[in-house]
C-alpha cells in the first residue's frame, strides 16, 4: 500500500528557478527520507529528517516536516538541468526494521 | 565501495514463463529488500531480508513469487508463471541496519512480460 501522496504530481520549471515538492502521509512515523530517481536508472538518497526535527538543509536541498499535519516538503534551490528526475518521499514507521513506504513521486523537468 | 548490483538489467519474457533476478548488496549490509516499481509509481516492498532471514514478506504474491537468501549475502527473487501484470522494474536495496535507515539502492531489472 501506498503511504504518501506527492504534490504536484508533475513540476516543469527553468533553470535557476526553485522548486518545490510537497508529501502528505497517513500514520506516524518515525523518519522520512526523500530519494530521487533518474530515467531508467535506480533510486538515490538525498536526505532523512527525524521525526523530532522540523527543519534539515544539505547543499540546494531543504527540507520540512510538520508531524501535526503528517506533511513534509522538498525545496531544491536554483534548480540545474541535471536536476531532471522524479522525486520521491518515503516513510519510516517505528519498530518496523527499517522499512519504507514510497509514495507516487513527483517528476522533475528542468528546462535549459 | 561497490555499489548494490543487479543482473540482468533487461528480461523479456512470455507470460507463463519463468524468471529470477540477481542481487548482490554492499558489503557488509545485513538488510536486503526487494521493491517491485511498476511504471509511474513509487516502489512497492516486496520482502525484507535481516541476514537470512525473512523480516517482511507481507506483500509478496507467494503463489508465483518467491526469494531466497541463503548465506546472509546476495539474494535471488523469482517469479514463476509470470503474468503480463508483473511487468515493472524490480529494485534491491540494502542497508547496514543497526539503526541506520538510508537505503542503498542497484539500477534495477526491467522485466517486461509479453
Known amino acids: 500500500s501506498q503511504q504518501g501522496e506527492e504534490d504536484p504530481q508533475a513540476l516543469s520549471i527553468q533553470e535557476g528557478e526553485n522548486a518545490t515538492m510537497n508529501c502528505s502521509y497517513k500514520?506516524?512515523?518515525?523518519?522520512l527520507q526523500w530519494y530521487r530517481q533518474n530515467s531508467g536508472r535506480g533510486l538515490v538518497h538525498l536526505i532523512l529528517?527525524?521525526?523530532?526535527?522540523r527543519e534539515k538543509h544539505s547543499g540546494r536541498l531543504r527540507v520540512t516536516l510538520d508531524t501535526s499535519k503528517k506533511s513534509s516538503s522538498l525545496l531544491i534551490t536554483a534548480s540545474r538541468a541535471a536536476d531532471t528526475a522524479s522525486y520521491f518521499c518515503?516513510?519510516?514507521?517505528?519498530?518496523?526494521?527499517?522499512?519504507?513506504?514510497f509514495g507516487q513521486g513527483t517528476e522533475l523537468s528542468v528546462k535549459p | 565501495e561497490a555499489g548494490v548490483a543487479q543482473s540482468p538489467r533487461y528480461k523479456i519474457i512470455e507470460k507463463r514463463q519463468s524468471v529470477a533476478f540477481w542481487c548482490n548488496p554492499i558489503?557488509?549490509?545485513?538488510?536486503l529488500y526487494w521493491y517491485q516499481q511498476i511504471l509511474g509509481q513509487g516502489p512497492k516492498l516486496l520482502i525484507q531480508?535481516?541476514?537470512?532471514?525473512?523480516?517482511?514478506d507481507s506483500q509478496l504474491p507467494k503463489d508465483r513469487f518467491s526469494a531466497e537468501r541463503l548465506k546472509g549475502v546476495d539474494s535471488t527473487l523469482k517469479i514463476q508463471p509470470a503474468k503480463l501484470e508483473d511487468s515493472a522494474v524490480y529494485l534491491c536495496?540494502?542497508?547496514?541496519?543497526?539503526?541506520?535507515?538510508?537505503?542503498?539502492f542497484g539500477p534495477g531489472t526491467r522485466l517486461t512480460v509479453t
Open positions: 531480508f535481516q541476514n537470512n532471514g525473512v523480516v517482511d
Open positions: 529528517i527525524r521525526s523530532n526535527e
Open positions: 518515503a516513510t519510516g514507521g517505528y519498530n518496523q526494521g527499517g522499512k519504507l513506504i
Open positions: 500514520t506516524s512515523i518515525n523518519n
Open positions: 558489503s557488509g549490509h545485513a538488510t
Open positions: 536495496a540494502s542497508t547496514p541496519g543497526r539503526g541506520s535507515y538510508e537505503q542503498y
